[in-house]
């Protein structure tokens, strides 16, 4: 059991699993502190912006048939809140802190109704992820983790595995993975990308012939 992860311990059994790798020229610790320390609303590409915006408008057209105002975009979107500061203002919307291994992997979980045009989230506590069983309802667990690779690089790896709580939502949430499946996938790519770009402005030493 020397191998296992902390996502296969929060969510050993799932539905679907993207997951996307990318090698940074920074140690592993430089990278695990910046896949935590990055903000989420740094991910730009023009591909990805209009992806979010295609994403968003369901919700946008159901608040303003139903005149309601849109809730304001928060100042930061960090992985770091949901494990210093469980529950604030500043914590990604939904989403918990499921296990940290210093230097090696983070992981990060969401229990919801992904499939509906506003997303209906249901607040869990890492404690209780594991065993939610409750009826109509998915799972996402996903991680960041690193190992080495050579002298002075880092292989870094982003995964996103979801589980659906009972046959309903499993058929629900699989024909919304289908049309979501690379929309996902592009955005991991752009937040590896992020990462990299970070960690790589960081002060270490580099790898020889780049």
């Known amino acids: 059991m020397g191998n296992e992860m902390l996502i296969d311990r929060v969510l050993p059994r799932f539905d679907a699993t993207i997951i996307e790798h990318i090698v940074v020229d920074a140690p592993p610790e430089v990278v695990v502190r910046t896949a935590r320390e990055m903000d989420f609303l740094q991910i730009h590409t023009p591909l990805v912006d209009a992806l979010m915006a295609a994403r968003g408008l369901p919700a946008r057209i159901g608040r303003r048939f139903g005149n309601r105002p849109a809730p304001p975009p928060p100042p930061a979107m960090r992985l770091a809140d949901l494990f210093d500061a469980p529950g604030s203002a500043d914590a990604l919307e939904g989403w918990v802190g499921l296990g940290e291994e210093p230097g090696r992997e983070l992981v990060f979980g969401a229990v919801g109704k992904f499939w509906q045009a506003s997303i209906d989230w249901r607040t869990v506590t890492a404690e209780a992820f594991p065993t939610f069983d409750e009826p109509d309802h998915a799972k996402i667990a996903a991680g960041f983790s690193v190992r080495e690779y050579g002298s002075h690089r880092t292989l870094l ?40 770009d970070l960690a790589e402005q960081g002060d270490h030493e580099p790898a020889a012939g780049g």
């Open 157 to 196: 790896s982003y995964e996103a595995r979801t589980a659906a709580t009972d046959p309903a939502a499993r058929r629900k949430f699989v024909r919304y993975w289908r049309l979501v499946r690379w929309f996902v996938g592009v955005v991991m790519r752009a937040a590896l990308v992020t990462i990299k």
